[in-house]
């Protein structure tokens, strides 16, 4: 019995089959590149849909407000408890892992796909630049909770 890729060698009495060994990657960054998306993959899809569970089944869609918001970043100059730190942390985990989880298909997509080298390079450095700073905004936004001055005017839904 044998299959695309594979060959059947008979053992005593017993098939067993084996597999053409997977090409070697690059180097070692690509083997961790790889190691990364699998593992952050998986630690993605339970943020997201907890995430999810949150926001549309514990809590109704309609309760999104800048309150439910205050309630879980804290204010600004707020001394933080355990819960607004639990959330922080969670909200941080979630977009750092989704940051670089997506900046790393990018790079894989881009390397397959962008032949000549400096265009490569120039388009990955800045979809770098840009994602460090939409993390940076994004963490600060976290660290320093709620401005409730500066959102006042804002029309929250």
């Known amino acids: 019995m044998t299959t695309a890729g594979s060959t059947a060698v008979k053992d005593a009495g017993m098939y ?90 990018l790079r894989q997509v881009a390397y397959d796909y962008m032949h000549f080298r400096p265009l490569y390079w120039g388009f990955m450095g800045l979809s770098t630049l840009l994602i460090i700073a939409v993390s940076v905004a994004g963490i600060a936004a976290l660290l320093l909770g709620v401005n409730i001055a500066a959102a006042g005017g804002a029309v929250v839904r």
């Open 16 to 105: 067993k089959r084996s597999t053409r060994p997977a090409p070697p990657p690059r180097n070692n960054f690509e083997r961790a590149a790889w190691m990364y998306m699998r593992y952050s993959g998986l630690v993605l899809v339970f943020l997201a849909l907890s995430h999810w569970g949150l926001q549309h089944i514990f809590n109704s869609v309609q309760d999104l407000t800048l309150q439910s918001t205050v309630n879980r970043w804290g204010v600004t100059g707020q001394v933080a408890n355990f819960q607004i730190w639990f959330w922080r942390a969670y909200y941080g985990l979630l977009l750092g892992l989704a940051m670089l989880h997506g900046l790393n298909g």
